[in-house]
């Protein structure tokens, strides 16, 4: 909710009545106001007039820009082809008008015939190996972990990167509940936990067979669901049983006596709630590992009960409609895929980047910086501040932020769809992406009457897919309430009738792919990188968003890695000495802070620094390789291995 004065943004909080934010902020969108409002913000169109990199640009109106733009589009679609044109969208927002689908963009794109682009930066691994096994990458409503009995916060950091469920488990606490914290770094959220494992990165899956291996020896299983309601049994119980808890002990760094007594536990605790998010699938192996938690509660029957299962997104219980109009492309275009900008921009002339920082968000940085500064590549960035990616921009157009363009949000952690009214009037020359694209293509001289489509009409289209779980939830009860929850019964239980799959059962995976080792884990061993990189998220950033803000990178401090007192101790590293953490792909500084939070073998620094902001001018996206994950290409920005060596110097 914002509070307005003379036009002016004054006053920003959060509404108390919301039943899943009750009113909370982050650190970060509490200071959105004062970021809106920032002196560095993008107010007018530029264009470049030093050499890309260098950030030196020169005012120009939106009329110029557009003139430049259509006719150097125009003549890529001559020479080169529609699909030279990457269009290329990020998280910045995932509103649906203005990001996220990308629809107003997609329908120009279409016009043009430009590649598609395939935004699997974040969570695609996970969806691809939650859908294998259950038909959706959507399950449990997390504001049912307050039924729960037990627990798991599996790879999440929940009090940094998705604090609103907190208030759940706490809730679920007084009722009783036990929570397990597993993750390599003992983050604040393991330190709240009842009980905290650290687990050696890229072994999750091993642990999910150690302690249903137990569950099998207690005879805890619920036959009744899996005769009914799964498929793949006997493979997978033989592979549960070749992994009895001293093996996963050995596999996973946890002693045999904790994967022993967290068996005992889910043998016999239902409700179990796992609450596993993107930060567990980014390994080469991330698809499986989230494949084979999902097969935990097809084992112990906790789908039938409110409170149990497995809660990763809700994006798939979102069900909106729109025509994307693929039906404009005169022929069937390629895709590009997002995490590999570095190895899939050779051909490319034009790069359009929206609500997106490669330069700051996407592995293999330096190979991109290198593409990036091609002479005959024409970048565009719509953007709202200058970033390291914008730097690189032939073009750059002024974007709108959240309080001043319309746009429809659904969560990925909770069930309501929200509203987002336009409070003020956009400062300078800002405009939407969606308006943006509208004044384009009539630039452009297109006249196909869906490039048009006002914000509130593609809204309308949005929510007329005729799903139930959408059933009486129109615009004009979204613009006059705020949010709406969608049609889902309270309590909600997506499966316990069974699942989205082909056969209606949950497939447990095949034999031989339930643990996967990770890149790390299978290379770790001969390699001169011997330690495993994390690179979670910060605490005060949201991924680069809001690197720029001068009070949160004063909280934020310099950057530092986490390392072990016995990795420190072997290479001589005293704490707050400033480091390079390097590999083959490039090198990042930070200053070390020797700590028992990470175990021997593990390094942590987090992502969302803005490389031009840091020291060296890298942040750790130069050591993440542009590696293929097992399932949807996800990224592995979990799973690189690096030396940590003394830097001279400042
Ligand atoms: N403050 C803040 N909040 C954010 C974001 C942000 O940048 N800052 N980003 C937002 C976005 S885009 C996303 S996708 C979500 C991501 O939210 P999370 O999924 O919480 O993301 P991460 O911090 O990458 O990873 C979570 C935890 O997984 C652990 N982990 C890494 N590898 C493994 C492993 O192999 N096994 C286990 N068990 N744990 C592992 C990490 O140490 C980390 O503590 O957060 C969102 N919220
Ligand atoms: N090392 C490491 N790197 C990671 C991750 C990790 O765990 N470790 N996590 C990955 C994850 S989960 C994600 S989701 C990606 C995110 O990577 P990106 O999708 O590139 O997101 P950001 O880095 O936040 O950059 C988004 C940009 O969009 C701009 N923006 C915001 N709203 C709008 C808008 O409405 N319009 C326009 N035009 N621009 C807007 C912001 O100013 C910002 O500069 O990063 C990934 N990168
Ligand atoms: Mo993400």
Redesign the pocket.
């Known amino acids: 909710m914002v509070t307005v004065e003379d036009g002016k943004a004054v006053k920003l909080r959060g509404n108390p009545d919301q039943p899943y934010t009750r009113g909370a902020l ?1 650190v ?1 969108v509490n200071r959105y106001l004062e970021h809106t409002q920032a002196d560095d913000r993008i107010l007018h169109p530029m264009r470049r007039t030093g050499p890309k990199g260098s950030g030196q640009f020169e005012r120009i109106t939106w009329e110029e820009a557009l003139d430049e733009i259509s006719v150097r589009l125009r003549g890529i679609v001559e020479e080169h082809g529609g699909e030279a044109i990457w269009p290329y969208l990020g ?1 910045g927002t995932l509103g649906y008008l203005q990001g996220c689908e990308g629809v107003a963009g997609r329908r120009f794109w279409n016009m043009l015939g430009a590649s598609k682009h395939w935004l699997n930066i ?2 695609a691994a996970g969806s691809s190996g939650l859908t294998r096994a259950n038909g959706t990458a959507a399950g449990m409503d997390p504001e049912n972990f307050a039924q729960a009995k037990l627990i798991l916060l ?4 929940t009090l ?3 604090h609103h469920l907190w208030k759940f488990i706490q809730d679920g606490r007084a009722n009783g509940a036990h929570v397990v914290a ?4 003992r ?1 604040r959220t393991a330190d709240q936990a009842d009980e905290y494992l650290a ?1 050696r ?4 899956a091993a642990l999910a067979l150690g302690l249903l291996n137990v569950v099998l020896a207690e005879n805890a299983q619920d036959e009744e669901f899996l005769a009914e309601h799964t498929e793949g049994w006997a493979d997978f119980r033989q592979e549960i049983l070749d992994h009895p808890v001293e093996k996963v002990a050995e596999i996973t760094g946890i002693p045999a006596a904790a994967v022993h007594s967290l068996g005992m536990r889910l043998a016999h605790t239902r409700p179990t709630a796992i609450r596993a ?4 699938q ?2 080469e192996s991330g698809g499986a590992t989230l494949r084979t938690i999902a097969a935990i509660p097809g084992v112990t029957g906790d789908w039938r009960h409110p409170g149990g299962g497995v809660a990763y997104s809700t994006s798939g219980h979102v069900h909106f409609d729109i025509d994307m109009r693929y039906d404009l492309l005169e022929k069937p275009v390629r895709t590009r895929v997002m995490t590999k900008l570095a190895s899939q921009l050779d051909d490319v002339k034009c790069l359009w980047v929206y609500a997106a920082n490669p330069a700051g968000s996407t592995p293999d940085a330096n190979a991109i910086r290198r593409q990036l500064a091609r002479e005959d590549l024409f970048t565009v960035v719509m953007e709202q501040f200058p970033t390291d990616t914008v730097d690189y921009a032939d073009i750059v157009l002024p974007a709108t932020m959240q309080t001043e363009h319309h746009d429809l949000h659904a969560g990925y952690g909770h069930l309501y769809l929200l509203w987002n009214e336009p409070a003020v009037q956009p400062p300078g020359e800002c405009l939407s992406t969606t308006e943006t694209f509208r004044r384009l293509a009539a630039h452009m001289g297109m006249t196909e009457p869906s490039l048009f489509d006002s914000d509130l009409e593609l809204a309308e289209e949005l929510l007329s897919s005729g799903h139930p779980s959408l059933e009486g939830v129109t615009l004009d009860r979204l613009r006059k309430e705020g949010w709406v929850r969608m049609n889902y019964p309270e309590p909600f239980t997506p499966f316990a009738e069974g699942f989205p799959t082909p056969s209606g059962r949950l497939r447990f995976p095949p034999a031989g792919k339930a643990y996967v080792p ?1 890149h790390a884990v299978r290379t770790a061993g001969g390699s001169a990188y011997p330690l495993t990189l ?1 690179t ?8 680069t968003t809001f690197g720029n803000n001068p009070e949160l990178r004063r909280r934020a401090k310099d950057p530092v890695v986490l390392v072990n007192p016995a990795d420190a101790a072997a290479r001589g590293l005293a704490g707050g000495q400033r480091v390079r953490v390097h590999n083959e792909g490039g090198e990042f500084l930070a200053d070390v802070e020797i700590s028992d939070r990470v175990a021997a073998g593990v390094v ?1 620094s987090p ?2 620094r803005w490389p031009k902001l840091s020291p060296g001018g890298a942040n750790p996206n130069s050591v993440v390789a542009e590696r293929d994950g097992d399932m949807g290409k996800g990224p592995g ?2 799973d690189n291995l690096v030396e940590v060596s003394p830097c001279a110097g400042p």
């Open positions: 982050c970060k998280t974040c969570s599996w790879g999440t950091n940094t990167s998705g597993i993750d390599p770094i983050t687990i990165p890229g072994t999750d998010t993107q930060g567990l980014r390994h990770s994390i979670p998220a910060s605490h005060t950033f949201l991924n942590a992502k969302g920005f979990h």
